[in-house]
């Protein structure tokens, strides 16, 4: 057994990052992968009454500036309720989950928009607000997305950030907590190209009409450890 250190993303409160974003880079993320565009109108808006440069494409905005004002009643009153089948708080909750892993460099633009569609589609399938974290439904969540991760390194995130949980009590997970666990996953099609290619026979007895695989194949440690994370 290996014994490299293996680090895990778990949830980052508002406040545990003191970071700056660009101007141009919160618009991409705002209206392009979070389809959130009325936050961006609404916080340019008050940004230039505050005396920013709209102009200023490369224009640092503070996240200790901008996180209080999202929930400001000057924003939210700009805002449409149930944007992309989410309630206004919770939009706000995704954009600074968002903007975390944006400047964490955790996640790309369109991986951000693959988890949040992944989540939403989840939530269309059972028909209520929010999905449960239990093991098969995230997995099978994440699948939608095209990623994967073990059920060991799953079950250990969720016994160590479920606590932490906005609707634990009710054991379910929220799409900017959601977020936070999407940054530990791989892609599939990629882990699935990666495995070891062995040269395959298949013997048939004609008696039985039985398959056989080469012995090799079936005891190669590296690849049945590879291919249990994958299966389902």
Not at 13 to 20: E, M, V, Y
Not at 23 to 34: A, T
Not at 80 to 107: C, E, M, P, W, Y
Request: proline share 3%; glycine share 2%.
């Amino acid at each position: 057994m290996s014994n490299e250190e293996i680090k895990l993303v778990g949830l980052f409160p508002d406040d545990s990052i003191d970071g700056h974003i660009k101007l141009r880079d919160m618009r991409v993320l705002l209206e392009d992968s979070l389809q959130l565009a009325q936050f961006y109108k609404a916080l340019t808006e008050y940004l230039a009454d505050d005396g920013y440069n709209m102009h200023d494409t490369s224009l640092l905005i503070s996240t200790r500036y901008l996180f209080p004002i999202l929930s400001k009643k000057t924003i939210l009153e700009k805002i449409s309720k149930n944007i992309n089948g989410q309630s206004t708080s919770t939009n706000v909750d995704i954009i600074k989950a968002a903007i975390i892993i944006h400047l964490r460099r955790f996640l790309t633009y369109d991986e951000i928009t693959k988890a949040l569609v992944s989540y939403s589609l989840s939530e269309k399938d059972r028909m209520e607000k929010f999905i449960p974290y239990d093991v098969k439904t995230l997995s099978n969540t994440l699948k939608a997305a095209g990623r994967c991760i073990s059920e060991k390194i799953l079950k250990f995130w969720i016994s160590h950030c479920s606590k932490y949980f906005k609707r634990n009590i009710d054991g379910l997970i929220t799409p900017d907590e959601y977020l936070f666990l999407f940054c530990n996953t791989y892609d599939r099609q990629d882990t699935l190209n990666k495995l070891p290619r062995v040269a395959l026979r298949i013997d048939k007895e004609t008696e039985t009409n039985l398959f056989a695989l080469e012995q090799n194949i079936s005891k190669d440690p590296f690849l049945e450890r590879r291919l249990q994370n994958l299966i389902d």
